[in-house]
């Protein structure tokens, strides 16, 4: 049985930032990838027109900055060709095509063991560590809700992951459901393209332009979060105005606590808002049922489309595998612990990135991690 300090679990940005800590640290460990390639959903999950909704400095891996030269917030391309940079440069070499199906803690050895499934052969392979970090991520596994009536939908049917850019969707009636960043910037670049483009907003949102949340994001530095969430609401009321017109409602608590308590982001508005006050994106309630073409709303209206791009959000398959934990994860695969203390389980077992605060955040438990994993060796 191949043998490692460190076991860690996913190739995506926690992963690899997990890895580059351990090296700088020279603690040697193995890093299992289900997929052909490091950071999968940025390289084939991603749309063409994303870019970065935070400043770089905010998105870097530890020990390695973004070139000065490039943009303030970078492409998508240029942040995979970062992430295949920062690779080379601490040498990470994951084990690819390798999908754990167990991870279970000897007592009696005082190791993990890790059952994993090899994609080429199909044989069961097992490792052993005496750590094993959790760093597939918030977004392992797409999420798409059980809608009545969705398999009697005659359009095409997609999830955000599956979706490029709008010009297949040209002159056709597309609804995105989910209001989240995703959702909205796809919803912009489906009306760029010429779809006539609808879009779900269920739930309430802040809407904030990338220079609010920088002011934001240095303002915390100073003053207490409610302080920043209350100018935060009067710039966007300053900015967008009443909302409730266009079918919007805000929350109650402000950008910032929500994003602290629940995780939840407040939507960074790149153009979206402008088609929507126009009325070239249309906003829509909760959607109720589907038949054939038509998609039913709440409210009882109905509407045909060509098209859904379901912009729903991810789950987490950790609990399908992960055995023995009671104390670190909960069944969605996230954090039981609350921030700072989230990212230590028992018996050696830690989590990268899933405090749902952004690549900032995995960076933070890598580094946390490594410095804790070291204490130990």
Not at 18 to 28: T, V
Not at 33 to 39: G, K, N, S, V, Y
Not at 104 to 121: I, L, Y
Not at 325 to 335: A, F, I, Q, S, T
């Amino acid at each position: 049985m191949p043998e490692a300090a460190v076991i860690i679990v996913g190739a995506g940005p926690s992963g690899l930032a997990m890895a580059g800590c351990l090296c700088q640290l020279s603690i040697p460990y193995l890093i299992l990838e289900r997929e052909d390639c490091c950071a999968s959903l940025w390289k084939k999950k991603a749309y063409d027109r994303l870019h970065l909704h935070l400043p770089k400095q905010y998105c870097t891996l530890p020990h390695m900055e973004m070139p000065a030269d490039w943009p303030k917030y970078p492409s998508r391309q240029q942040f995979v060709q970062y992430l295949d940079d920062y690779a080379d440069h601490f040498n990470i070499r994951p084990m690819y095509r390798r999908s754990v199906e167990s991870g279970s803690f000897d007592e009696s050895r005082g190791k993990w063991n890790v059952g994993v499934r090899n994609g080429e052969s199909g044989e069961l392979e097992e490792y052993s560590g005496l750590f094993l970090v959790v760093a597939s991520g918030e977004t392992s596994d797409a999420f798409v809700p059980d809608i009545d009536g969705l398999s009697t939908f005659i359009g095409k049917v997609i999830h955000s992951t599956q979706y490029k850019n709008g010009k297949e969707f040209a002159d056709m009636k597309v609804l995105v459901v989910g209001s989240g960043n995703s959702g909205m910037e796809i919803a912009l670049d489906l009306s760029n393209c010429g779809a006539k483009t609808s879009i779900v907003v269920r739930s309430p949102l802040h809407m904030l332009s990338r220079e609010m949340v920088n002011l934001g994001l240095a303002l915390l530095k100073y003053i207490p979060y409610n302080m920043v969430d209350s100018l935060m609401v009067i710039l966007s009321k300053l900015v967008y105005g009443d909302l409730n017109k266009y079918g919007i409602t805000r929350p109650e608590e402000g950008p910032f606590f929500l994003k602290v308590k629940y995780g939840k982001y407040p939507v960074v508005n790149t153009g979206t808002f402008g088609k929507i006050k126009s009325g070239e994106i249309q906003v829509l309630p909760k959607l109720i049922g589907i038949r054939g073409d038509e998609v039913v709303f709440e409210g009882g209206k109905s509407h045909p489309f060509d098209a859904i791009v379901f912009a729903t959000g991810f789950k987490r398959s950790t609990s399908k595998w992960l055995k023995g934990d009671d104390y670190l994860l909960n069944e969605d695969g996230l954090p039981k612990p609350s921030f700072p203390n989230h990212w230590k389980g028992k018996n050696g077992l830690y989590c990268a990135g899933l405090a749902r605060r952004g690549l900032y955040g995995s960076a933070l438990d890598a580094q946390n991690i490594a410095n804790d994993i070291k204490t130990q060796l």
